[in-house]
């Protein structure tokens, strides 16, 4: 039985991991595509498909390490199709966006679209808001409607559709994943069940004419392989330690620490309208989250 202090510590270990891990993703995006080390195309393409090897690789170790081995294939393919259409639309819409969004903005936009769809997903199941709530929307609401207004740092409209349209995507994959007995297998399925589409964009790649390079190639890799796969692995892991609320809070941090990543790795500035407004989506999202505690 492991000691309940060494048990929080692994919790807060994967917590940071996964957190980071979930940032990084914005950050290597951004530094593939705005330095033309590849092409939006190619790097979902690679990312999906390592992802799909790394998650396929842990759940064996998984199965065949921690627990005695089966007749069925861990491997056999959970998940569904229209759960990997969901990810393949977040991955495609998610790379083509950080063309002309910057790092933090990006995340900001993706993180602010999934709860806002979960909220409006809970409003049609008949879920009642609490003032509390309205406030907490209004309040998030407020903070993009800034971020975009004229005059700031504000991203592209193409940009802001393409990155929503992720974020709802995620959120839909989300919803679809909440009733999962073991959520790690159902995502290493998603991730296989989505790899003819990613061979129909490497096909369509290979017949024409791409920029790709080999560092282009290593950043989509990375972040299919390890901020991706096993990022989604530990994260895994930690949520068994993290309540609902908990777990809802600490995603607040994600944006944050892709905006640091995208000031030391890509020099983008941190301005003060981003600040401001950042401030008041991520706020109006606390809002929400402790009150449906």
């Not at 990997?84 to 002309?100: C, E, K």
């Not at 692995?233 to 607040?252: D, E, H, I, N």
Request: net charge positive.
């Amino acid at each position: 039985m492991t000691h309940p202090t060494k048990q929080h510590l692994i919790t807060l270990c994967f917590t940071l991991f996964a957190l980071v891990a979930f940032a990084a993703n914005s950050v290597l995006a951004r530094i593939a595509l705005i330095e033309n080390n590849i092409d939006s195309l190619s790097f979902t393409g690679l990312r999906l498909t390592s992802g799909a090897i790394m998650l396929a690789l842990v759940l064996l170790t998984k199965h065949y390490v921690l627990h005695k081995p089966s007749i069925q294939s861990p491997l056999s393919l959970a998940g569904s199709n229209t759960s990997a259409g969901l990810l393949f639309i977040y991955a495609l819409s998610f790379s083509i966006a950080y063309l002309s969004v910057e790092t933090g903005t990006g995340a900001l936009i993706l993180f602010g679209a999934v709860q806002i769809t979960m909220i409006v997903y809970q409003l049609a199941q008949g879920h009642r808001l609490k003032i509390v709530e309205w406030a907490g929307i209004i309040l998030a609401f407020a903070g993009l409607v800034y971020l975009m207004l004229p005059n700031l740092s504000s991203p592209s409209l193409f940009g802001l559709v393409l990155m929503s349209i992720a974020g709802v995507a995620w959120a839909g994959y989300t919803i679809r994943g909440k009733s999962s007995i073991d959520p790690l297998t159902a995502t290493t399925g998603n991730f296989i069940r989505s790899l003819p589409m990613c061979i129909g964009l490497l096909v369509y790649i290979l017949t024409t004419q791409h920029t790709l390079t080999q560092t282009g190639v290593w950043l989509a890799l990375i972040s299919g392989a390890i901020t991706s796969g096993i990022g989604y692995a530990l994260w895994y892991v930690a949520l068994k330690g993290l309540s609902a609320t908990q777990a809802g809070v600490v995603q607040l941090f994600v944006p944050v620490i892709a905006a640091l990543g995208g000031v030391v790795f890509v020099q983008e500035p941190i301005t003060l309208s981003f600040v401001l407004a950042s401030s008041m989506i991520l706020f109006g999202i606390l809002l929400i989250t402790l009150q449906r505690r």
